[in-house]
């Protein structure tokens, strides 16, 4: 890195002084969010540390204005956190920015109007990014990350100044995704409920009038909680409002999306069609999607093992499992209508060794012991309709809608 001249890097840093108080003083906020960037790696704040670094004495620029010293608790800690950014030193960094973060939070409770949200918006989202670069960096030197943690702790004081009456409060939506962000990469997703509540019985927040950005934010997330909590009907309601109000052209967000959507609408038994998968790279749900289709266990079966490793990743392996009642229905409905052209009349009494046999045509060996469970669970999920006659190993399928649709609700538990 080359560094400027003494001259230049005055100017440099005169001009960002100068910059960052006009923003403060026009209620500027577009100007000030840039200010705060770290992440974005742009040429004027790189130049800008490169100044900090080779000037050394910005302390006393700040102090020696009235204009910049009466932001000098700001300012100070702004440009240590820039100053070791560009060095590379991101736990440093984080501990300036962090401080940075909170003389700005002090100053923020003192302007009553929401003009500075935007700038407010940046801080969260580089104090989340910054604490996560300086784990990783804690981490490779055999510390324990801790950071993230503290970002979080940060946040919740901030979602504090938002939650409250005032036209700041349109802010804490957005400040809650970037928490739900950090207990989900921290897997501490337990926290996420007092923030939930909240958001969602606080008689001060009205959540339709939240930005649309933050609101599909909250749904996909809650959405995840709901999947997490194998509660599907409230899942499929928030995944499908954040699929449905999302930006079309963000494709890698509607793909995030339908990562957790698609099992949730397979666990109610609605099928997604190829040529959406295809469009949005989640290929990994075909062969999961013809199980169901042909009712062939052995591809469901051989699907969850290929891509185990996807599956646990995104956290929808154990749903994707249970979908294997939904696949012994389908076989079994497949064995009635192929027994119902041979012969008609006997077409609702079928033998157990049938069903095991065609088992053993997939290459699933099992006995008539087993197959007699899986048929009783069946019938007391509601996913078949009839009893067994035990003397004879026949189960007696209801002559009137033998296999019930799911239509859009979950397998009994």
Same mark, same amino acid.
């Given at each position: 890195? &080359?560094?400027?001249?003494?001259?230049? *890097?005055?100017?440099?840093?005169?001009?960002?002084?100068?910059?960052?108080?006009?923003?403060?003083?026009?209620?500027?906020?577009?100007?000030?969010?840039?200010?705060? +960037?770290?992440?974005?790696?742009?040429? +004027? #704040?790189?130049?800008? *540390?490169?100044?900090?670094?080779?000037?050394?004495?910005?302390?006393?620029?700040?102090?020696?204005? $009235?204009?910049?010293?009466?932001?000098?608790?700001?300012?100070?800690?702004?440009?240590?956190?820039?100053?070791?950014?560009? #060095?590379?030193?991101?736990?440093?960094?984080?501990? *300036?920015?962090?401080?940075?973060?909170?003389?700005?939070?002090?100053?923020?409770?003192?302007?009553?109007?929401?003009?500075?949200?935007? *700038?407010?918006?940046?801080?969260?989202?580089?104090?989340?990014?910054? &604490?996560?670069?300086?784990?990783?960096?804690?981490?490779?030197?055999?510390?324990?990350?801790?950071?993230?943690?503290?970002?979080?702790?940060? #946040?919740?004081?901030?979602?504090?100044?938002?939650?409250?009456?005032?036209?700041?409060?349109?802010?804490?939506?957005?400040?809650?995704?970037?928490?739900?962000?950090?207990?989900?990469?921290?897997?501490?997703?337990?926290?996420?409920?007092?923030?939930?509540?909240?958001?969602?019985?606080?008689?001060?927040? $009205?959540?339709?009038?939240?930005?649309?950005?933050?609101?599909?934010?909250?749904?996909?997330?809650?959405?995840?909680?709901?999947?997490?909590?194998?509660?599907?009907? &409230?899942?499929?309601?928030?995944?499908?409002?954040?699929?449905?109000?999302?930006?079309?052209?963000?494709?890698?967000?509607?793909?995030?999306?339908?990562?957790?959507?698609?099992?949730?609408?397979?666990?109610?038994?609605?099928?997604?069609?190829?040529?959406?998968?295809?469009?949005?790279?989640?290929?990994?749900?075909? $062969? =999961? =999607?013809?199980?169901? %289709?042909?009712?062939?266990?052995?591809?469901?079966?051989?699907?969850?093992?290929?891509?185990?490793?996807?599956?646990?990743?995104?956290?929808?392996?154990?749903?994707?499992?249970?979908?294997?009642?939904? =696949?012994?229905?389908?076989?079994? %409905?497949?064995?009635?209508?192929?027994?119902?052209?041979?012969?008609?009349?006997?077409?609702?009494?079928?033998?157990?060794?049938?069903?095991?046999?065609?088992?053993?045509?997939?290459?699933?060996?099992?006995?008539? $012991?087993?197959?007699?469970?899986?048929?009783?669970?069946?019938?007391?999920?509601?996913?078949?309709?009839?009893?067994?006659?035990?003397?004879?190993?026949?189960? =007696?399928?209801?002559?009137?809608?033998?296999?019930?649709?799911?239509?859009?609700?979950?397998?009994?538990?």
């Amino acid at each position: 890195m &080359a560094y400027p001249s003494m001259g230049e *890097a005055h100017r440099r840093i005169t001009d960002y002084l100068n910059k960052f108080c006009d923003a403060v003083s026009y209620q500027d906020v577009a100007s000030l969010a840039q200010l705060f +960037s770290f992440s974005s790696n742009s040429p +004027s #704040l790189l130049s800008l *540390a490169d100044a900090l670094n080779f000037f050394q004495d910005a302390n006393r620029l700040i102090k020696q204005s $009235d204009k910049f010293s009466q932001f000098g608790e700001i300012l100070a800690p702004l440009f240590r956190s820039l100053q070791s950014y560009r #060095l590379g030193n991101l736990v440093e960094a984080y501990h *300036a920015f962090e401080k940075f973060a909170n003389a700005f939070i002090q100053e923020f409770r003192n302007w009553e109007s929401a003009w500075a949200l935007e *700038a407010l918006y940046v801080i969260a989202y580089e104090i989340r990014v910054l &604490a996560e670069r300086a784990d990783r960096e804690l981490s490779s030197n055999g510390k324990s990350p801790e950071k993230l943690k503290g970002a979080g702790s940060f #946040l919740m004081k901030v979602f504090g100044v938002l939650a409250g009456k005032g036209p700041k409060r349109v802010g804490a939506l957005y400040v809650t995704c970037q928490l739900f962000k950090i207990y989900f990469k921290l897997g501490t997703v337990h926290l996420c409920r007092s923030v939930i509540r909240s958001i969602e019985t606080a008689r001060i927040f $009205d959540f339709e009038e939240f930005p649309r950005r933050d609101k599909v934010t909250y749904m996909y997330y809650t959405g995840r909680l709901e999947v997490f909590n194998e509660n599907f009907p &409230a899942a499929d309601h928030k995944l499908s409002y954040a699929l449905t109000h999302c930006n079309p052209l963000r494709e890698a967000n509607i793909r995030m999306i339908l990562k957790y959507l698609i099992p949730v609408k397979l666990s109610l038994g609605i099928l997604p069609k190829t040529c959406l998968l295809e469009k949005y790279n989640l290929l990994e749900y075909n $062969d =999961v =999607v013809q199980a169901l %289709k042909r009712g062939d266990l052995r591809l469901l079966r051989h699907a969850l093992q290929e891509h185990e490793d996807q599956f646990l990743r995104s956290g929808v392996y154990l749903v994707l499992e249970k979908l294997e009642l939904q =696949v012994y229905q389908r076989l079994v %409905k497949k064995i009635y209508f192929i027994q119902k052209q041979k012969d008609p009349g006997k077409a609702h009494q079928l033998k157990l060794e049938v069903i095991v046999k065609s088992l053993k045509w997939l290459e699933m060996d099992m006995d008539l $012991d087993e197959v007699e469970c899986i048929m009783t669970i069946l019938i007391y999920k509601n996913l078949v309709k009839g009893y067994f006659a035990h003397k004879s190993k026949v189960v =007696v399928l209801s002559k009137q809608d033998p296999f019930p649709k799911l239509n859009g609700k979950p397998v009994n538990s």
